[in-house]
């Protein structure tokens, strides 16, 4: 019966879209290496021309996945409201994350003061919000700045492309000039 299994690789495309008319858009990520113990938050600010406005890496604690995903949306979405930014698109790789934010499911309790607080900057701060899910591979920039967050001590907030670390930098170019990444996927099928 064993034999019987085969590997079936799908593969998809996945391109980053640029943002419509004035939005901006915010990707985020949370980051947790296990066997250092170590979580992290990254973050990308970008225009409608995909040029970089601002980048950060924040040191976290690791609660869950998704407190991690919240907490670094927060984050985001706090400075981009302080900055009475008009429109802004925010991405996340964590689907339940999204559906929290966006009022279909309800949230764990752990993380249920970070929703909160999320829903509150986007309602009284009269900024137009859309909180979207992407692929890992969408995001790729700002998992790499999560990553990065898990080898600093201090929050690091990055302005200019050319402060971004090596790694970063070479992903951030590969968006702007249109690469395609590819999501794979596995999955065992009986024959």
């Not at 996945?14 to 290496?33: A, M, Q, R």
């Not at 976290?60 to 927060?74: K, R």
């Not at 900055?83 to 790789?93: P, Y």
């Amino acid at each position: 019966m064993v034999e019987n299994f085969k590997t079936l690789i799908t593969s998809k495309m996945i391109k980053w879209i640029k943002s419509s008319g004035t939005t901006w858009k915010l990707y985020t990520d949370g980051s947790y290496i296990k066997n250092q113990d170590k979580a992290g938050a990254g973050g990308i600010l970008r225009n409608k021309i995909m040029s970089m406005i601002l980048a950060f890496s924040y040191p976290t604690q690791f609660c869950t996945n998704n407190y991690s995903e919240a907490q670094v949306a927060l984050i985001g979405i706090s400075w981009c409201s302080n900055q009475w930014f008009e429109a802004l698109e925010v991405e996340l790789d964590s689907t339940i994350v999204v559906q929290m934010i966006n009022g279909i499911c309800k949230p764990h309790w752990r993380i249920l003061g970070i929703i909160d607080e999320i829903k509150f900057l986007i309602k009284h701060k009269n900024i137009g919000v859309i909180v979207k899910y992407c692929y890992r591979e969408a995001s790729e920039v700002a998992d790499a700045l999560a990553k990065y967050a898990t080898q600093i001590q201090d929050p690091k907030i990055i302005l200019q492309e050319v402060d971004l670390p090596e790694v970063t930098k070479g992903l951030l170019r590969m968006n702007k000039l249109n690469f395609s990444t590819f999501r794979r996927r596995a999955k065992k099928t009986y024959t």
